[in-house]
Structure formats: C-alpha cells, structure tokens
C-alpha cells in the first residue's frame, strides 16, 4: 500500500514537471494582426517557429511581418502559393498541401504521406510542385523513399507520385523499380521542367515534358536543381561528402555546355536554392538564409538570420 | 527486497488472465508506460530532425549501424550479469538509459555527434533491457503458460505503443507544434515507467548455485537450435517498412493513407497477442512457425492479389498475425528450454541473433528490389521463409 503511495506521489511529480515543461517551450500563438496577402519584392520565408514570415527583399534586415500562417515549407509566385504543414500522427508522418492564392486563401487541400522536403511554384504560378520524403523508423537509406507530386492549376489535375513517367536514361526507356524523384524546377512554358532522378546508386537531372509525360537524362549529379530566371542555368547541390555540415555544395550548371561552377559556399547547403535575379542565388543554411553570386565569385552574404524555404515573391505583371 | 522462487502469486482479474502472475502486469505497465514514451518520439522524431533541426534522415544512417552494434555486443553482456548477479538492476539501467536518451536529445540540439549518440543511447537500452525483463517474465511463471504471460505482456506493450502517438499529437495541440515538449514529457513518462519498475517489481532471486561458465551456456544444444531457428526465419522476415511500401506501390492505399498502415499492423497484434499466447502455452512451435507463414501468405498476397480491398485488410490482418504468433511466443519457447542458470544470457543470445539476421535481411531486400524488382525480392523472401520454416521444424522437434 505505501508503495501504491509513492508511485501515485512519483507520477504526480513527474507530469507536474512535464507540463511545466511544456508550458515553458510552448510556441507563441500567430500574431493578432497578420497580413494577408503577398507583396512584390518581399522575401517569404518559415520562420523558426514555423510562422511564415517576409521581409522586404532589398532590405532584408528591416522590419519583419508575420503572416497567420505555419507552412514547414513554402513557395509562391503570381496568383498562387503552396504551403506543405507537416503532421505528426498515429501512425507514420503525414503532410497536408495547402494550395493558396494571392490572398493566401486555401483554393485546394491535398493530404500527402511523409515529411515535408521541397514546394516550387512555376514562375508564371500554373505549375506546383513539391517532394515529400517518406521514412521507417530506420535511418538506413534502403527505408527511404521520396515521393514528388505536380499540380497543374489551370485543370486541376494533380499527380501525388510521378514515378510512373516515361524515364530515358542516356536516349533509352528505362525500368527500375527504385527510381525516386525529387526537387522539381518548371521553365517558363509550364510544361519543360528539370528534376533529380535517382536509381541504383546514381542521380541523374533530367529534363521532364509534362504534357508528353516523358523525362530524359541530361547529366549526372545534380540534386534539387533550381532553373535561373532565362531559363539558361540551374543552381543545385552537388554531393560532396566533405563539405562541413550536410554533404553537398551549392554549384551552377550551365545547360548549354554542361559545364558547373561552385558557387563561393564553402559550407554544406542541403537546401532547392532560388534565384533572386539573374546574378544570385539565395538558399537555407543551418536555419539561416543565405545569398551568393551565381558566378562563383564572392562570399555569401546573410539574408535572414532564423529563417528556411525562402521565397521571392513576384506579383503578376 | 523481498525474494521469491519460481513463481508468484496470481493477480486477481478475469478468469481468462487469472493465472498471469502480478509481475507480468506490473512488467506489463512498465513496458506500456515506457512504450506511450519512446512511441511518442518516433511519431516526431522524423519530423524534429528533418524541420527543426534541418537534418536529412541519411545523416543519422551511421546511428543506426552504430545502434545495432553497441547493442549486440552489450546485449550478452547484460545477460550475463542478470544471470550472475540479479535481473533488475539491468533492466533498470536498460530502461534509465532510454530515458535519460530523451533528455539529451533535447540538450543535443542540431549537433550530430551528440544527437547520434542520444539515439545510440535510446535503443542500446531497449536492447540491454528486453532480456532480462524476458526472463523475470518467464521465472514468474510455470512452464506450461508462458504463452500466456508473454502474450499479456506484449498486448500491454502494444496498447502503449498505440496510445504513445495519441499523447505526442496532444503535447503538440497543446504547445502550438512544440517538439520539445514532445521530447520533455516523453522523458518524465520514461521516468516515471523507471519509477513503476522500481518500486513494483520483485527481483529476482541472488543466484545461489554457481552460474556455469560462458561458454557452456552458450554450448547448450537448445539454445543452439534455438538460435538457428531464429537466424534462419530472421534471415528472410520482410521489414516492416518494406511491406507497407510494397502494399502503398501494389496500389491498395491511397497515398494519404499510407502513414495508417502500421496502425493495422498494431491494432490486429493487439487483438490477439493473448488468444495465441494462450495458444502458444501448449503449441509453441506451431503458433510460432504458423505465424511465419501467415507473413509467407502476406507476402504472397502481395504479389498475386489485384483487388485492393482484400490486399490491404488481409496483408495488415496477416502481417498483424504474424507478429501476435512470433514475438512473444519465440521467448515463450526458448525461456523454458535454455537452463535457469544460464537463462538471461541465453534469450540476449537469441535476440542478438534475430536481430542481426533481419539486418541482413533488411540489406537484401533493398538489393534486391534494386537489382531486379519488388516482385523477386518478395518471392525471394517467401521461398527463402517457406524453407526457414520447414527447416526450423526439424530443428525445434
């Protein structure tokens, strides 16, 4: 009975201390005034709270707006946006889509499986697109899957998974169970678009045809590329096992020859950089965001301190 | 510490469980205790590294390599010294550790080295405890209903690992997506699992006669087949995460649903991890091969079904199957056969040996899906269990 007791005593002290933990680390509730809506030339980006936040793009160490919204990833441009929430659940990890307009009121809701990782946005706004990564409770990479998804918003039609497009590796249809994509980058005719694609051992940027619904391999390489705003070059991350932090260094491909230049990075970025004019890039790195020139000269330059999935937001012309 | 001998007195409760010992309900707690905390970290753990600390899961693959084998070299360890000395105090160690893991997650951060390290932590005491919890459970009870007793334990430890989410989603709700609350409360949960296991379970008792040397209880000729058995079923049992990938891709679930499946898996082992431990007090083998097949039928419904519905409730009905008729009976069916002196270090032994056999196993089916597709690795694996089984029959005879 005194033992009965003590346990009774011993469980009372222990959640007492667990909700005084909780109440101690609880995040702060969205501001009571948000501002709705995007604006040209502001920076978007998740806060370390998880609240979208935006900055004004030319000076980003100005004054800061909280939006009424917690995206864990987010991109936008013209008349559409997506936000990717990550849920915890009964169950292995869910993620909802929230497909939004200017406004930033939902249009569409998508529930996907797995854990937040990449959400672009074409530059014209038609074309979404976002990955998700789906985990056991290994960390080895044979339990490691990502699945990447494109909407189309002028038809409404959604792929969640597009594994199943027409793959050719070097000119030939290609089979592989294990092909995964991931880190897809739409060009200005909303149909040509680049991605990663990975099979046994080896990663691959190709170039995709949404409307023939076809992906053939361009080179070697190149994860969560990031098409420049002619269309003429895409920044990516290059595995580099011995950058300091995450394995891969920032560098810019040149499509028309093939040809790569890292970028001034020295650190490791595993981040799907953006382009914030044709000369620079900016990206996330260790919760900070970060611009470098797109040439490989200079150094680079803090943006936002606190801050992921950036954004530069372009309103319709 | 009081000191009791063999088995002790039944709890009281309804007439199916009247024969469960109280130490098996009150290891029954601790392990559902413990369970609705470590389960609430899994549920956030993928999220926390990958959005709070910026973390790709790849960076933490060494953890697990380095998890497995921290764990296999301790495991016999621990096993050795509950046999030696006394049960508790390494189980207690096992289950302190996991605790104390869930703090320094927290303190850990985003540094790798430390955050691996917690990790290490958390399952090389998962590792360290399951065998000596193993054999207080099978010391408490006669041989006879030792199904029985493990199944409860299991059922309990399931219901924990079911309620663990629920509690992590409303640590969540409550602290606006805080996953360090998640983490804090997790740790007092563990502690006070800790607590219950302290101040409720009686020890074993301080071994008297003189424990026979390693070796010898290692060269035991039960243990021995045991362990084949084990390594040969183990060397060809799908993970589960493949067969949940398998189900999603053979089209039966919708994407969204795919994060569901292991709630299948777990609800159907809750349901019957009693009835066949109850089985399993008199047909230990039989359940425990039975319950291999139910995972060849699986993975063979995998393969030839196109209908949906029927893949999806019966993969998740066999796969729970499987796991209600294999992981408790396999210690029901070793703790009786490996001698009482050398017990702890014997059911370490197997648990090492299963472990690692699905380590490889897990290796060879990504080569294989890799290599050919996931129709050969799951015919591979069927055929390769078929034949496990039959061996292991002949060998457990």
């Not at chain 1, 361009?218 to 950058?243: F, H, N, Q, W």
């Not at chain 2, 999220?47 to 953890?63: E, N, R, S, V």
């Not at chain 2, 083998?285 to 063979?300: K, P």
Request: charged fraction near 15%.
């Amino acid at each position: 009975m005194k033992r009965a007791w003590i346990t009774a005593l011993v469980a009372v002290v222990l959640l007492g201390g667990a909700t005084a933990y909780a109440v101690s680390v609880r995040q702060p509730a969205a501001p009571a005034t948000v501002q709705d809506g995007l604006t040209d030339g502001r920076l978007y980006f998740r806060a370390a709270t998880g609240q979208l936040t935006s900055v004004r793009a030319s000076d980003p160490t100005g004054e800061r707006e909280a939006l009424g919204l917690r995206c864990d990833r987010f991109a936008a441009a013209q008349a559409s946006a997506i936000c990717l929430i990550a849920n915890a659940g009964p169950g292995l990890p869910t993620t909802t889509a929230l497909i939004l307009d200017r406004d930033l009121h939902e249009t569409r809701r998508i529930n996907l499986a797995g854990i937040p990782s990449r959400a672009q946005v074409s530059r014209t706004g038609r074309m979404i697109s976002w990955t998700v990564f789906v985990t056991g409770d290994s960390y080895r990479a044979s339990g490691f899957s990502t699945w990447t998804g494109i909407l189309d918003t002028r038809t409404g039609y959604a792929v969640v998974n597009m594994e199943n497009i027409h793959l050719y590796v070097d000119g030939e249809r290609y089979h592989s169970p294990d092909v995964n994509y991931w880190g897809v980058t739409f060009a200005a005719d909303d149909t040509t678009f680049y991605a990663t694609a990975s099979t046994r051992g080896r990663t691959y940027l190709v170039r995709g045809d949404y409307a023939k619904w076809e992906a053939h391999t361009v080179t070697t390489g190149v994860e969560c590329p990031s098409l420049s705003p002619d269309g003429t070059r895409i920044v990516y991350k290059r595995r580099d096992d011995s950058a300091a932090g995450a394995p891969w260094r920032l560098a810019v491909l040149d499509l028309s020859t093939l040809r790569s230049t890292t970028l001034a990075e020295a650190q490791g970025v595993d981040d799907q950089a953006i382009w914030l004019d044709p000369a620079t890039v900016a990206y996330a790195r260790d919760g900070e965001v970060f611009a470098v020139p797109a040439d490989g000269s200079g150094v680079p330059r803090r943006l936002v301190a606190d801050g992921t999935s950036p954004v530069l937001f372009r309103a319709p012309e | 510490m009081y000191v009791t001998v063999g088995r002790d007195t039944p709890a009281p409760g309804r007439r199916a469980l009247r024969a469960v010992p109280a130490t098996v309900l009150v290891l029954g707690t601790v392990s559902l205790i413990t369970d609705v905390s470590s389960e609430m970290v899994t549920a956030v753990m993928p999220l926390y590294l990958a959005l709070a600390l910026g973390l790709t899961p790849l960076q933490l693959g060494l953890a697990d390599a380095l998890s497995f084998g921290v764990t296999a070299v301790l495991r016999p360890i621990g096993g050795r010294v509950s046999d030696r000395w006394r049960a508790k105090p390494v189980a207690v160690f096992g289950y302190a550790l996991s605790a104390v893991a869930k703090a320094g997650v927290l303190v850990a951060g985003a540094a790798i080295g430390p955050l691996a390290a917690a990790i290490v932590a958390d399952r090389t005491g998962k590792g360290l405890r399951t065998a000596p919890r193993d054999a207080m459970i099978a010391a408490s009870v006669a041989p006879e209903r030792q199904g029985t007793a493990f199944g409860v334990h299991r059922a309990m430890d399931t219901l924990g690992a079911l309620v663990g989410p629920l509690v992590a989603l409303a640590v969540l709700a409550a602290t606006g997506g805080a996953y360090r609350a998640v983490f804090g409360v997790s740790f007092c949960i563990a502690l006070l699992g800790v607590g219950v296991l302290l101040l409720h379970v009686r020890d074993s008792p301080v071994r008297t006669e003189t424990v026979p040397p390693m070796w010898t209880v290692l060269k035991d000729r039960s243990l021995r087949r045991i362990c084949l058995a084990a390594a040969g079923l183990g060397l060809f049992t799908v993970s589960d995460f493949f067969v949940y990938l398998l189900l999603q891709r053979s089209g039966a679930v919708p994407i969204q649903y795919f994060p569901l499946l292991p709630l299948g898996t777990a609800a159907v082992y809750l349901l019957l991890a009693v009835p066949l431990g109850r089985l399993a007090d008199t047909r230990r083998v039989e359940v425990l091969l039975g319950g291999h097949l139910a995972l060849v039928a699986a993975l063979l419904l995998l393969i030839g079904t196109h209908t949906a519905a029927v893949a999806l409730v019966g993969v998740l009905a066999l796969h729970g199957l499987f796991y209600a008729a294999t992981d408790g009976v396999l210690m029901a069916l070793a703790a009786p056969q490996v001698p009482p002196a050398g017990r702890t270090t014997g059911l370490a032994v197997i648990q090492t040996v299963q472990a690692a056999a699905r380590f490889v196993s897990s290796l060879a089916v990504g080569a294989l899906w890799t290599a050919w597709s996931e129709r050969t690795a799951l015919l591979v694996m069927a055929v390769g269990l078929t034949a496990a089984v039959a061996g292991a029959a002949k060998v457990l005879r």
